[in-house]
């Protein structure tokens, strides 16, 4: 295309962008119709991309970071022939793939679901950086951000590892239109003021009039032949560009323009023109991953082993039975264990450093490129990463997260290093599965069975050592539990997990020898959690309390609960949980504190079954 029928295009975006948004009674178009050009000229003159193989390994990837400029993202894919206008005009209906916000999940082109503004930068540095060190192809990856997002920490954080990564296949556009949600932005049309800034994290920067299309093009030029670093093109442009009721003024984002057909009109009327994308270079080959049995760790029983070892160790043994696992560090790697996996596969290791925002979103593009990534950090830090783990359940993406270091049993250094809230934020996700070994064998057994599953796993490690309770070859499915202690004259059941488990045990024990018998079952998989057997459970003994290391709220005991929601008879049940606000102590004085050891298990064991009796 020439200069004139770049700009054609251009306004072809912006009427398609207005009579998407009009027809859907909402939208952004005037964060669409600033954008336009930007979109013209990238995928008419320098995307390389197949519509028709989206999974082609040479493909250039596009990453819409200001997700609300959907109507843009639409618009584009009718000009390049993918959809039809009829669908473009169906746009936020119920059952269209063209939600208000894109997703995989609907539509293959796209890499990632955006929306939550601060993530396509740091999704865009995971498949750069799949690209340049573990795919080794040339393949670019181009990012199209609003200048309102870079006031979120998580595309600085995103800046820096592009930059310590050298990541010259990556290119991050910014629509400078000065204005956000409810008036114009920090920094307004200073490109200066952004140019500084990426520069400072090591950024090659050119700055560019947004809306002239022959310098948007050596802008991309420019970025194309750039090698070492990262580029960031800031462009200037109107939010609302080409009409003017609506062009650069504040109060109309998130609202379809209010004269539609005369905004269509000022804009030229609709176009049909039609782009050819470059294909993406030949020769290029889908890599299919090498995958084996992995040859686990194994421990005898009666052995002292923390579950952050067993999972290091399972995990370095994952890796060499199968090429498309990757681990991501937040810079914790010698506390969780990861540092295992390091030393064997350090060309599959990714250190993110402390940017656990960045580590997720890291996660997401290279499992988006094929990759079964593992992600860990202490179980209290992936609290800051929360909204990048929703948002990877929206895109659909397979992450494996490990959160080590949880609840009170680390010890002396105290809460803000105690995960406490873990298990509640990771249950409270679409479709996560959350496990929660006791012991080395059990961790390893389902570091390897979390590879075979979809969606977001999270596995919860401990840092002291616990006793090995299960022999090396017992079998540890999803969904289930384990039954440690049972008998016919059962009056309560322990139901624990992870440090708690061998509480429960010890418990049971000594309330055994005072004649009480008490059934233990360890809740391994908390979600699913093994309903069957917690409904057995109940009707055999009456009693369950549950001990958890976690807070009370959303955590082992609401897991337990919810097996008894579809209407039948819940039974009595306590719950011993962390309801105080721990300090600095031993792990022993700090489960003693919280009520959640063997002695205090026991001593309300006793009396609840005394209660029982006495009712």
Request: aromatic share 6%; proline share 5%; charged share 25%.
């Amino acid at each position: 295309m020439n200069t004139g029928e770049l700009a054609e295009l251009g306004q072809q975006l912006r009427v398609d962008s207005v009579r998407a948004a009009a027809a859907a009674g909402s939208g952004h178009p005037t964060s669409s119709m600033s954008a336009a050009d930007l979109m013209a000229v990238l995928f008419a003159r320098h995307l390389r991309y197949d519509f028709e193989r989206p999974d082609h390994p040479a493909n250039d990837r596009f990453v819409l970071s200001k997700g609300h400029a959907s109507p843009l993202m639409y618009a584009t894919y009718k000009a390049a022939g993918v959809i039809g206008d009829e669908e473009l005009l169906t746009f936020r209906e119920n059952g269209s793939r063209l939600e208000g916000h894109p997703t995989p999940r609907k539509l293959p082109w796209v890499e990632t679901a955006t929306g939550s503004l601060g993530q396509g930068l740091p999704v865009g540095v995971g498949l750069a950086l799949a690209g340049k060190r573990l795919d080794h192809t040339d393949f670019r990856v181009w990012v199209l951000c609003g200048d309102s997002e870079l006031a979120e920490g998580s595309v600085w954080e995103a800046a820096e590892q592009a930059a310590y990564e050298n990541l010259d296949n990556l290119t991050a556009i910014v629509d400078v239109n000065r204005l956000g949600q409810r008036g114009p932005t920090r920094h307004g049309h200073d490109l200066d003021a952004y140019a500084r800034r990426f520069q400072a994290f090591g950024w090659h920067t050119v700055e560019v009039d947004g809306h002239d299309v022959d310098a948007v093009d050596r802008a991309y030029g420019e970025a194309l032949s750039t090698r070492g670093q990262p580029t960031a093109i800031l462009a200037r442009t109107l939010k609302g560009k080409g009409v003017e009721s609506v062009q650069d003024r504040e109060g109309l984002h998130g609202k379809p323009l209010p004269e539609a057909e005369d905004a269509i009109a000022e804009l030229g009327g609709p176009r049909d023109l039609r782009i050819t994308v470059h294909a993406p270079p030949a020769g290029a080959a889908t890599r299919a991953p090498r995958i084996t049995t992995p040859e686990l760790p194994r421990w005898e029983r009666g052995e002292d082993v923390a579950t952050r070892d067993a999972f290091g160790q399972a995990l370095a043994a994952l890796g060499d039975a199968r090429d498309d696992v990757v681990a991501l560090d937040g810079e914790v790697g010698d506390s969780t264990r990861l540092e295992y996996f390091a030393k064997e596969h350090p060309e599959r290791y990714i250190e993110c450093y402390i940017a656990e925002q960045q580590m997720i979103a890291a996660a997401v593009g290279v499992a988006a490129r094929g990759r079964l990534p593992y992600a860990s950090t202490f179980a209290a830090f992936l609290t800051r990463a929360h909204d990048f783990v929703r948002m990877a359940s929206v895109s659909g993406s397979g992450l494996n997260l490990v959160g080590s270091h949880a609840g009170v049993a680390i010890g002396q250094d105290g809460p803000s290093q105690m995960g406490l809230e873990d298990l509640a934020m990771m249950r409270a996700v679409h479709g996560s599965t959350v496990l929660y070994p006791c012991d080395a064998n059990q961790t390893a057994r389902l570091v390897a069975a979390m590879a075979g599953l979809e969606g977001i796993r999270y596995l919860r490690t401990s840092r002291g050592k616990s006793p090995v309770i299960y022999g090396p070859d017992e079998e540890f499915p999803v969904g289930g539990s384990k039954v440690l202690r049972s008998s016919g004259q059962d009056r309560l059941t322990l139901v624990a997990a992870g440090v708690t488990v061998p509480e429960a045990l010890a418990a049971a024990d000594a309330l055994a020898d005072e004649g009480i018998a008490v059934r233990v079952v360890d809740l391994y998989s908390v979600k699913p959690a093994d309903r069957e057997t917690l409904r057995t459970a109940a009707e055999e003994t009456g009693c369950l309390m549950t001990v958890e290391d976690h807070h009370p709220e959303g955590g082992l005991g609401d897991a337990v609960a919810e097996a008894f929601s579809d209407g039948r008879p819940v039974p009595r049940l306590v719950r011993l949980a962390v309801r105080n606000m721990p300090g600095s102590a031993s792990p022993e004085e700090q489960l003693h504190a919280a009520g959640i050891d063997a002695a205090s298990i026991a001593a309300a064991g006793r009396l609840l079954v005394g209660e029982a009796i006495v009712s």
